[in-house]
């Protein structure tokens, strides 16, 4: 389980354009990594909205804003077309980026059990995990982050 002050593991993984993205390209830099289980669902939409209300806010701090969830890039493509997200999804079909979080857990709805990606936030700078979100309330998320940053 990786909590503040661990080393981010460092990853490699593609955008919602193809484009290959690596923690590293961060370095110096504070970045929110935050996964979701699916594009386009009310919870994460409401996340994403709540980080694409306060995008400004995020760019005039220095602070970049990646959303990590299993789906593909063309799902990616269609959620940021339909909500106007200005940040990057990370599509993390391999479950790569998941696993190495400890975020793909086993999860149950309406008592059935299967896996899936839980809903969790890391604060990361320069490579260091800085705070761990457990508990997202989606339509605030935003200024929570900011909030631990002392940004807000």
Not at 24 to 36: A, C, I, N, Q, T
Not at 70 to 82: A, L, N, P, R
Not at 103 to 113: D, F, L, Q
Not at 116 to 127: E, M, Q, S, W, Y
Request: aromatic share 12%.
């Amino acid at each position: 389980m990786l909590q503040a002050g661990d080393a981010a593991p460092d990853f490699v993984s593609t955008d919602q354009n193809g484009n290959v993205v690596k923690l590293s390209d961060f370095s110096g830099k504070r970045v929110v990594l935050y996964f979701y289980p699916k594009d386009d669902t009310p919870g994460c939409t409401k996340e994403a909205c709540s980080f694409r209300d306060a995008d400004d806010v995020f760019n005039a701090k220095g602070i970049k804003v990646l959303g990590v969830s299993t789906d593909s890039e063309k799902s990616h493509q269609k959620f940021i077309s339909k909500f106007q997200l200005p940040f990057d999804l990370l599509a993390d079909t391999e479950k790569q980026i998941v696993e190495a979080y400890g975020v793909w857990a086993e999860k149950s709805m309406y008592g059935k059990k299967y896996m899936g990606t839980l809903r969790k936030t890391f604060l990361i700078d320069d490579g260091k995990i800085v705070k761990v979100f457990d508990k997202v309330n989606v339509a605030e998320h935003a200024d929570e982050v900011l909030a631990a940053f002392g940004e807000k």
